[in-house]
């Protein structure tokens, strides 16, 4: 009870502009680990190395592949490496969609080769390809009936990823459904030297299912110009994508056992699973090492807290979250004691602080936890945390949840491209990462009430 009050007492003089705690007593046990974390973490390239061997060992890890399976022992095989306690795989069923060959090329008025990715979960063309001449539009509104027997093509420029991404999942059917016989969106994400996007598109029950597949957005202006000139572009369209039965995939999880609470739980990861092009080192190889070597960290300098710290590397995100709702389903029972759940999948570059939801006594406790950040300048605590691997279970259990406010200036210019590669990603802001899920996790875990109490 004596606890419960200390903290009621202190956090009631948070700022209210930053919504941090300034400095109160029941902070001031976690001071030396704090430090202590934050030196391991910044003393070395260790997490930045191996990122690099996951990423350059195993390339791309798209769901169904020998490469995601490789890596996922690889994983488990490193986390008992490094003394974490009862690591194990928990089986998954995933889906498998293979790319196969493909192309696209402008064939009159002029031949042109456009650079092409199809979409994951995309039909292929029949053999021999698609020839058909080309409807470019802005919106969704723009579609009509001039649709029909054509590719609609989407030339839709980048705002924000949840605005935008929308003509990716959802723009294939909409163009099926006024006849169109297949389509391309412009790539989201900001101009990149032609370089295209890929990512998930998704199907209805009711519409027909047409080939998808994103151009650079540069050859998605270069049609628009055709077009707006009165001799719109005919393009002959390949894609041998197809979809195989579901394979046999894992979670990763390996733990740091509470010593007082062990079933109440405080968990991190990212998920191990990438696009088939790159090789997966931001989105999100490297959520998944900067969540592992917090835990690792943790576990090399003595520190166990009272709650179990639980890393989960989550399979299948990119292309159906199976590994993210079987983990729910797992653990219905004990959802209730899941203290809180932070996601890393917005990349590994220079942190800025955490965003976090819950409710208002929660986020006091982590901005004040935050603030044994400011060394390093990762102290702010801003709202909406949370992740698309941690989602299923947050929403079921209104679970606590945050991510790491990362500078994401340049996530959306490789993310889903060959461009997301290992020679990207900055050791320092790789260290910082790890400093500041170490200590927030740490802190959360052995609180002596729980978050948000």
């Not at 093509?153 to 006849?179: E, L």
């Not at 710290?309 to 389903?329: H, P, S």
């Not at 603030?371 to 605590?381: A, M, Q, T, Y």
């Not at 802001?429 to 959360?444: F, K, T």
Request: hydrophobic letters at 40%; a negative charge; proline letters at 6%.
């Amino acid at each position: 009870m004596a606890a419960v009050l200390v903290v009621g007492i202190c956090l009631r003089n948070a700022s209210p502009a930053t919504g941090q705690a300034d400095q109160p007593a029941w902070l001031d046990p976690y001071r030396e680990p704090a430090s202590r974390i934050i030196g391991a973490a910044m003393a070395d390239t260790f997490a930045w190395n191996r990122l690099a061997e996951l990423s350059d060992m195993f390339g791309h890890r798209l769901s169904g592949s020998p490469q995601l399976e490789q890596a996922i022992q690889w994983a488990a095989n490193g986390m008992r490496a490094d003394g974490l306690e009862n690591v194990h795989l928990e089986p998954v069923m995933v889906p498998h969609w293979v790319r196969g060959q493909e192309h696209a090329r402008v064939i009159r008025p002029t031949e042109q080769d456009l650079v092409m990715l199809g979409l994951g979960g995309s039909i292929g063309t029949p053999p021999g390809g698609i020839e058909a001449e080309t409807f470019v539009v802005d919106s969704f509104d723009a579609l009509d009936s001039r649709a029909h027997g054509k590719i609609v093509v989407y030339n839709v420029p980048f705002t924000t990823y949840t605005q935008t991404v929308r003509y990716r999942t959802t723009g294939a059917w909409r163009a099926a459904r006024h006849g169109a016989v297949a389509s391309l969106v412009r790539s989201v994400g900001p101009r990149g030297a032609r370089t295209p996007h890929t990512g998930a598109v998704n199907y209805t029950e009711t519409d027909p299912r047409i080939p998808a597949a994103a151009i650079t957005v540069e050859d998605a202006e270069l049609l628009q110009r055709m077009q707006d000139r009165g001799t719109p572009a005919w393009v002959r369209l390949e894609m041998d994508a197809h979809l195989l039965p579901d394979a046999e995939s894992a979670n990763v999880v390996g733990e740091i056992l509470g010593w007082e609470w062990p079933d109440e739980v405080v968990v991190v990861g990212g998920h191990i699973d990438s696009w088939d092009v790159g090789t997966g080192s931001t989105d999100d190889g490297g959520g998944c090492i900067v969540t592992w070597e917090a835990l690792r960290i943790i576990k090399q300098l003595g520190l166990r807290p009272r709650r179990t710290l639980r890393v989960v590397l989550w399979t299948n995100e990119e292309n159906g979250l199976r590994g993210a709702t079987a983990y729910r389903d797992r653990y219905d029972k004990q959802l209730a004691d899941h203290i809180m759940m932070l996601e890393s999948d917005s990349g590994v570059s220079r942190p800025r602080g955490f965003l976090f939801t819950g409710n208002p006594r929660g986020r006091e406790t982590v901005g004040a936890i935050a603030s044994l950040l400011r060394g390093i300048d990762v102290h702010r605590v801003g709202p909406n945390g949370g992740g698309a691997d941690i989602g299923p279970s947050v929403r079921v259990a209104n679970i606590p949840s945050m991510s790491l406010d990362v500078d994401r200036s340049n996530y959306f210019t490789i993310h889903h491209t060959p461009a997301d590669t290992m020679d990207k990603i900055d050791p320092t802001e790789v260290a910082q990462n790890v400093a500041a899920i170490a200590v927030m996790a740490y802190i959360v875990a052995d609180l002596p009430d729980r978050l948000g109490r």
